[in-house]
């Protein structure tokens, strides 16, 4: 069974930046048989989508609110997808989640990936 574990969150002030790595291990397929998504729950705050990327050509989406400031990437030799963070602000606050489904196309609803990580806390204050 296909087991993804988050890590690279952690304490960040205003501005900064944080790396988050998604790296995926057992089941039948390597990552790159997946469409991989990143997603985060801020307290009190419905699950939000931030960005995906496709398995059938690389296509990558982000939400609005990270445009611009992270970046979606994997890489198939470590079998680990990546979500780069940068000009990071308060309302970035959360638990950050990678999850994958076998969807050629990928999309930002969470009902849409059948398996996910345990998640790293990400905390952006001064």
């Known amino acids: 069974q296909l087991e993804l574990v988050e890590s690279g969150g952690g304490f960040v002030q205003p501005g900064g930046s944080l790396t988050l790595s998604c790296a995926a291990s057992?089941?039948?397929?390597?990552?790159?048989?997946?469409?991989i998504g990143w997603f985060r729950q801020a307290p009190g705050k419905e699950r939000e989508g931030l960005s995906c990327i496709s398995r059938r050509d690389g296509r990558i989406l982000y939400a609005d609110s990270v445009k611009g400031r992270f970046t979606i990437s994997t890489d198939n030799t470590e079998n680990t997808a990546y979500l780069r963070m940068i000009s990071l602000k308060p309302e970035d606050t959360g638990v950050y989640y990678c999850a994958v489904n076998d969807a050629r196309l990928c999309g930002l609803r969470g009902g849409e990936y059948n398996s996910w990580g345990q998640g790293t806390q990400v905390t952006v204050s001064s």
């Open positions: 057992g089941g039948q397929f390597t990552l790159d048989y997946y469409s």
